[in-house]
């Protein structure tokens, strides 16, 4: 139990163009998901912050209108790469929190495979 | 600012031994400090969750502890095998769910 899948789990693109990744709990539904991103040799790095029908709350530093986040149900969130730039070249992570009241606990975050960005 | 340190030099032991890893944060007053596993290419696996309220827990190889006061905590791993070869991450939340993570530490067995 508490999968959460992500894809694609890598994608290659031309610089300008928009990607876009899902995030999705398998067997449990999150009222909180999470993007993080990770480059290498380097812990992750908390991007934003999505609750499901609301608004993401970014992080310092994330654009936001470069990272588009919809989190349209309560077990699919997705992350849109706008405008993609060979720096935004990253493995890009997503984590999903239990809504409370399900078999795990609220303060467990479970992650997805990663998506690996490469853009050119 | 909140920091988060783990040794950022990979930890080599033989197999059989105990592995034991740092994770040391300032600025923090943690409610919940978690430890995740990472192999290369892969999202984190959480391993252990540990309160603030307690000191130690255990889970199958793994010991976690958690002293508030050096804010520091342990973690290890007895009888290691090789494919515990991985990077761990120690993460910390207080009351919300919301996860910092340290730099993470390599750790290779040798068989």
């Known amino acids: 139990g508490a999968v959460v899948s992500q894809h694609p789990s890598w994608v290659i693109c031309k610089s300008g163009t928009s990607v876009k990744i899902e995030c999705r709990s398998l067997d449990f539904q999150a009222t909180t998901m999470f993007w993080y991103r990770q480059f290498p040799k380097q812990s992750l790095m908390l991007m934003a912050t999505?609750?499901?029908?609301?608004?993401?709350?970014?992080e310092q530093g994330v654009e936001k209108d470069k990272f588009l986040i919809n989190h349209a149900s309560l077990t699919l969130s997705t992350l849109t790469v706008t405008s993609a730039h060979p720096e935004d070249s990253s493995f890009y992570i997503c984590?999903?929190?239990?809504?409370?009241?399900?078999?795990?606990?609220?303060?467990?975050?479970?992650f997805g495979p990663g998506t690996r960005l490469t853009v050119l | 600012s909140q920091k988060i340190e783990q040794n950022s030099e990979a930890l080599n032991i033989q197999e059989g031994k105990t592995a034991t890893l740092t994770c040391n944060y300032t600025?923090?007053?943690?409610?919940?400090l978690q430890w995740y596993r990472q192999d290369p290419g892969r999202g984190p696996v959480f391993l252990l969750l540990?309160?603030?309220?307690?000191k130690e827990k255990r889970k199958e190889r793994l010991k976690v502890t958690f002293d508030t006061t050096l804010k520091q905590s342990l973690f290890h791993i007895t009888a290691s095998q090789p494919a515990d070869s991985a990077t761990y991450l120690c993460?910390?939340?207080?009351?919300?769910?919301?996860?910092?993570f340290g730099g993470g530490t390599r750790l290779m067995v040798k068989p």
């Open positions: 600025n923090y007053s943690p409610a919940y």
């Open positions: 999505s609750n499901e029908g609301s608004k993401a709350t970014y």
């Open positions: 984590s999903a929190s239990p809504t409370s009241g399900q078999t795990w606990s609220y303060n467990e975050q479970f």
């Open positions: 540990i309160r603030e309220n307690e």
């Open positions: 993460a910390l939340n207080n009351a919300g769910n919301m996860l910092t």
